[in-house]
């Protein structure tokens, strides 16, 4: 896991990451419609959504195999639940279809407040839990990238 701001990146930050956080911040506007646009084909994807954030215990936990995520708020503040432990037996394992297992929570959940420009990338295997309210339910606009690594 890497957490960041994307108008401060660090220079350790690996090329490929950095590449597509840049991207996204030359791209992506508020005008940009919702839903999956290509970078690089199924290699290298994003994905624009307004969801509104719940109560962490009205979310799920979840995973992937193959891509990392590169979670960016746009807009709003979202709390991001995450695990350093393993995942353990998903109730929903959609890996081979959709790249996504589902859990109900992550073991000793922990989480930190992303805010406008913040992003987390999150790698194949670790789980985390998105779209946690800070507070009250609030909207929040972001960007998910997605990158094949497995």
Same mark, same amino acid.
């Given at each position: 896991?890497?957490?960041?701001?994307?108008?401060?990146?660090?220079?350790?930050?690996?090329?490929?990451?950095?590449?597509?956080?840049?991207?996204?911040?030359?791209?992506?506007?508020?005008?940009?419609?919702?839903?999956?646009?290509?970078?690089?084909?199924?290699?290298?994807?994003?994905?624009?959504?307004?969801?509104?954030?719940?109560?962490?215990?009205?979310?799920?936990?979840?995973?992937?195999?193959?891509?990392?995520?590169?979670?960016?708020?746009?807009?709003?503040?979202?709390?991001?639940?995450?695990?350093?432990?393993?995942?353990?037996?998903?109730? +929903?394992?959609? %890996?081979? /279809?959709? #790249?996504?297992?589902?859990?109900?929570? =992550?073991?000793?959940? *922990? +989480?930190?407040? %992303?805010? /406008?420009? #913040?992003?987390?990338?999150?790698?194949? =295997?670790?789980?985390? *839990?998105?779209?946690?309210?800070?507070?009250?339910?609030?909207?929040?606009?972001?960007?998910?990238?997605?990158?094949?690594?497995?």
């Amino acid at each position: 896991m890497i957490i960041g701001n994307i108008h401060h990146l660090q220079c350790w930050l690996p090329a490929e990451l950095r590449d597509a956080i840049e991207y996204v911040k030359r791209q992506v506007t508020a005008q940009t419609p919702l839903g999956k646009h290509d970078i690089d084909g199924d290699r290298l994807f994003y994905l624009v959504s307004n969801d509104t954030t719940q109560p962490i215990a009205e979310r799920r936990a979840e995973y992937h195999a193959r891509y990392l995520d590169i979670q960016i708020v746009m807009h709003g503040v979202e709390g991001m639940t995450f695990s350093c432990l393993p995942a353990g037996a998903p109730e +929903t394992d959609w %890996l081979a /279809e959709k #790249d996504i297992a589902f859990l109900p929570e =992550g073991a000793q959940e *922990k +989480t930190v407040v %992303l805010e /406008e420009g #913040d992003f987390v990338v999150f790698y194949p =295997g670790e789980v985390h *839990k998105p779209l946690c309210a800070v507070g009250q339910a609030a909207p929040v606009r972001k960007v998910v990238v997605k990158l094949l690594v497995a």
